[in-house]
């Protein structure tokens, strides 16, 4: 161990190790962020989410940085709601049971760019009667336009950028470009910058009934890495898929490397017919695609993560590097201390464990480093065939969905660009950590 | 007929040991055996230091893990003290391990280069039940201080290549001796070591020999250092053992061809040696797999009786009560 | 100074090499000259350079030399001033041959023995001159005597003790004028030791070879010594004929060497050497051997010079300052 200790204090030697490293350290950190700022449970629950989670966002933007480049004046979503500003409400007596009311939600607007969507949400409290509205859009320059009017129940959703009545009153332009644009006729439009208003006067036909209503003006950026299809805001998948490609990784390459140094070890040592049948097994192993077998079993069998998991650890054991140890413990087997150790009483599994396997651990390390990347990736390969676990939020998943909703041909490439740069860091960070360690741990590489 | 020779009770004896490897074709079809200990025969006292001598290939590494209860021998019988040894009895071979102690030729091959000196000499304690750390260490202490390795504390956190050639050497002895063996049995204890050490380590072993009263089994093809050592030698060759005596008596009367041949071989540093050809025969040493009939040096051997030498091999003639000679010179094809 | 009229001398020579924790000066500053057709050993222990001044002559440097220093004249000719490529042409394997240790492990195994051994004569492929490579090998073969039917076997068909004696016919095939043979013998066993040196023996006498012989067997090495050289920690501490250096060492580690080699035929009390030699990356100032040294003195702290004590015999020790043994003390 104390010997194992020194030589990794070499790695300091290496810039590629300390570059691995701290990119290693960066994903560590923000996996235990993920894990803390958002609970699992709750991760999964946002990113199956429908309609109901997610329709605050905007559907298939970019990331904010976006803005950040020379020209662009892209709009950010605004959410506007009366219950969160009970002023902008007006309420007024008229009789009895009837109310009338006027909920004016004004906003200024200044950005160069158009927003993507524009909707409006009515939520109602009544026992028979549904209350009537009239919704109208006031512009900067006065010109008040009429949207809508009629009767809502207790949720109404009122898309306003769908609104092809509103469209074709518009000259054609689509109402979120139209209910901005200074001049209808110019090509391409101008935004009018400045006070804009929604207005909604309505009456309520009962004493306890009441409504409130929201509007979005859906940005044409969200957050650090946009939205997807669902309009759900990719950094929680970037932010937590994470920590399940790490600890997927981790676990993995455990449970290969340490089982398959274990099995080569004891098969090696106790010879005879259990040396035999790991090699047969080995065998027939090397001749399977692993990535076949992976995809029969998520078809035919389970998606689930774990499954996978379980597959891929026994394809991994039962392939070349078990052949690697083999012919590494018999070179040690051989070894004078060896027949020394059973010279004073050694028993087969003290031999084992104490003898041969700490004489592997400087191979085992570094592979076990290097694997870690490659099962990551086999992870977002199987997330990309379709066969990715339905449930968890995994770089690989986005990456799917990008794929899926054909977002390079729409253009939407932060879709694929930032899991892909997550993936090819943890490649890297990994990598060049394990081959520094290789150079300092094999003994034939040292001094290269 | 047992040799005493009036040093005490017997404590290792070997019976008409066989040891053969058999050699299979494709895994599983017999195509012949390498006869390694082919019908050896010997009595050690307790204390008692012997030097085996015989060059390489001559099966006296086998010897030395048969003895030890490493190689299951083919046919004959080990016995130590009352015991006959069966390498299948678990119990007996845990408890024999405890009484013989082993040191190799390679010395940075025989430790463990991922242990510490204490660790290396902690596992045969562990292994054989000595519990308490404070009797462990008391051990080490009194192993390592024997051995000329102080200050103790200083070695026992080394690692195996941050010691010299002779040092590691040294550990080996101290481990071999850790739990109070009655018998040692060292492969070429001295041949990997330089020249200016090998007589500080054969003195050592002596020492130890000496003071703790430990049986010393010392395998070596240098027949020079064998006086240092030993008070009796026996002579390998071919699997058997062609040639026991006292040592001064050997040396100066060796009788069996091969004796006398390795006799002749040996160089003393002495310059009018220019001048001398050595009269040694030619040829190899013997096959193990493949051995010669009748005697196993008959081809090589310049006194070679043709129609005996070459059909029959010879017995054990007595030609004093401590020197044996198996050769046809000396008796009788009665 | 050292003898002159010898056609081996070499001065001052020097080599040293990089690695990673500093400098090795793996040979540092020896001189010695011999005369054609005489033997001389050189003994030392592991890491005393031996090893390094023999390829050193031969050029066969290390990949990471720094330093490579001194005049080798061969025949009159300082073999240093020549470009690399006159050496590897004329000198090497055609002037000076070298014998590696282990180096019977090293043939060739897919290469038939003949091809091997006629290898240094660079033959061209005309059958003219394969033919005379090829009686070139049954002469060599004759005198290490090795059966000639050998010729056409393969190296795993012959024994250890054969195997030894075709690469020292590799040697002698282009009648060097300068063989040096590293550890000839170590790999053997007795009897087949005993023959090889009969037959180096041998061919010393009917062929006047010049040799050198690097060992630590220091018995086996009287067998064949005119003259004797010990070396210790990178430097050459005495040098004269083995008669001399045999009999009455006058380096004190000469002398502990000596005494520490067990014999057969008469009675000794061997005596043993304690401590370990120095490392050659940052040798101690002064005498390297002062610190085990016996006899050491106030002077030992200076570097002593090499030191004629009488015609032909040198030693690096300041007991013999003024040419004669010192009273220590």
Known sequence: MHALKRRLNELKEYPSAVVGLIIIGLLIVLSIYAVISIPYAEAVRLWRGGEGVWIENPRNVPPALVNMLPGVDRPETMILSSQDQPELKEREQISEDVTEFVISMPFTYEYGEFPRELSAFFSADYEDTRPFIEVSWIKPDGEEIELMDGNVTDRTSYRISQDRGLQRSLDGLRPQIGLFARDLEADPPQVQTGEYELRISGYLFEEDASFSAELINYGQVHGLAGTDHRRRDISIALLWGTPIALSFGFLAAVGSTIITMVLAAVGVWYSRWVDGIIQKLTEVSLILNPLVVLVMVGTLYSRSIWVMLGVIIVLNIFSGAIKIYRSLFMQIKQAPYVEAARSYGARNLRIVFRYLIPRAVPVLVPQFVTLIPALVFLEATLALLGLGDPVLPTWGKVLEDAQANGALYLGYYYWVLSPSILLILTGLGFSMLGFALDRILNPRLRGM | MTENNGLGPSLLRVQDLETFFTLRKWGFLRVGEVRAVDGVNFDLREGEAVSIVGESGCGKSTLAKTILGLQQPTGGSVHFGDQVLDTSDRRQMDWYRAQVGYIQQDPYGALPPFMTVRRILEEPMIINGVKSSSERWQRMEKALTELKMTPVEEFLHKFPHQLSGGQQQRVVIARAKILDPQLIVSDEPVSMLDPSVRVEILELLRLLQRDYHVAVVYITHDLSTVRYFSERIFVMYGGQLIEKGLVEEILRNAKHPYTMALLEAISDPDPENVNTFKKVPGGEPPSLANPPAGCRFHPRCPYRIDGTCDQKPPPEFTMTEQHRVSCWLYGDAS | ?329
């Open chain 3, 1 to 329: 100074m050292a003898q002159d009229n010898g056609m081996f001398r070499v001065q001052d020579l020097y080599l040293s090499f990089g690695t990673k924790r500093g400098v090795v000066q793996a040979v540092d500053h020896v001189s010695f000259a011999m005369p054609k057709g005489q033997t001389m050993v050189l003994v030392g222990e592991s890491g005393c350079g031996k090893t390094s001044l023999g390829r050193a002559l031969l050029r066969l440097l290390p990949r990471n030399v720094q330093s490579y220093e001194g005049s080798v004249y061969l025949n009159g000719t300082d073999l240093m001033q020549l470009s690399e490529e006159r050496f590897r042409r004329d000198v090497r394997w055609k002037q000076a041959a070298l014998v590696p240790q282990a180096a019977m492990n090293s043939l060739n195994p897919v290469l038939r023995i003949v091809d091997q051994v006629t290898e240094p004569l660079e033959t061209s492929g005309s059958r003219k001159q394969w033919a005379q490579a090829r009686q070139r090998a049954e002469e060599v073969f004759q005198l290490v005597g090795v059966p000639l039917d050998f010729l056409e076997r393969y190296p795993f068909e012959l024994s250890g003790g054969m195997r030894q004696r075709v690469i020292l016919a590799m040697a002698l095939i282009t009648d060097p004028e300068l063989i040096v043979l590293d550890e000839p013998t170590s790999a053997l066993d007795l009897l087949t030791q005993a023959n090889i040196m009969n037959v180096l023996k041998r061919i010393k006498q009917e062929k006047g070879f010049t040799f050198i012989l690097i060992t630590h067997d220091i018995a086996t090495s009287s067998e064949l010594a005119d003259l004797a050289g010990i070396m210790y920690a990178g430097q050459l501490v005495e040098f004269s004929d083995a008669y001399s250096l045999f009999t009455e060492p006058l380096h004190p580690y000469s002398q502990k060497l000596m005494a520490s080699v067990p014999t057969l035929k008469e009675d000794k009390t061997l005596e043993f050497l304690p401590g370990q030699p120095p490392s050659l990356l940052q040798p101690p100032e002064g005498c390297r051997f002062a610190e085990r040294c016996p006899q050491k003195f106030a002077k030992c702290s200076q570097e002593p010079p090499a030191i004629d004590v009488k015609q032909g015999h040198q030693v690096k020790c300041w007991l013999y300052e003024r040419g004669d043994k010192r009273d220590r003390k």
